[in-house]
């Protein structure tokens, strides 16, 4: 019986703890019963969650596999780059924001911070699934809002595409161009 209760210990224990855990969120993950880990359409989970050791139940999905969907974002990485409540890594498509150790690269990511951290976003797929990292390549939207829009009309990212990738190419080229011509944001300010 001793043995029994330790193993229910240890395999309850890290679920205990999670929600007191992320540094991302301030210590606020929500529970597997949460509204957030509903989802519209698309496959959430890092892989091997819900299965069982004889493989018989696939009850969530693979990683790499959103789709169009939502998700919680739980880390912003720089610009143009999440990480969302499955753990996957999500690139935002129709645009480049600074890496690290460039000018930008703060206000790039603080700001979208500032929109998306914490926050359901909808995840939309263009033609394109993953980039040669192994990222999701989609547009994110708050409240009906294209971020990757809205990165670029604030001056931190500029508009790039790729031919697969052009669903929200007009928008964000002409946000672009609004953005350069009132010198908009760290990537036009004084140029």
Known sequence: MAAFGLLVLVVTLPKL???????????????????YNTT???????????????????????????????????????????????????????????????????AGRLRLEELVLGKTVLLERDSEDLDQYGRQLRYLFLNGENINQKMVAEGLAIARFYPQNQKYKNEIVEAEVVAIKNKVGCKWKGK
């Not at 703890?17 to 509204?35: N, Q, T």
């Open 17 to 35: 703890l999670l929600p007191f855990g992320s540094k991302e969120l301030g210590g606020a993950i929500p529970s597997e019963s949460s509204e």
């Open 40 to 106: 519209t359409s698309g496959n959430f989970g890092s892989g091997d969650e819900g299965r069982e050791t004889d493989g018989t139940r696939d009850a969530l999905p693979k990683a790499g596999n959103i789709g169009s969907g939502t998700a919680i974002v739980t880390k912003v990485l720089d610009g143009d780059t999440v990480i969302v409540s499955a753990g996957d890594h999500v690139r935002l498509l129709g645009i480049d924001a600074d890496e690290k150790g460039y000018s930008c690269y703060d």
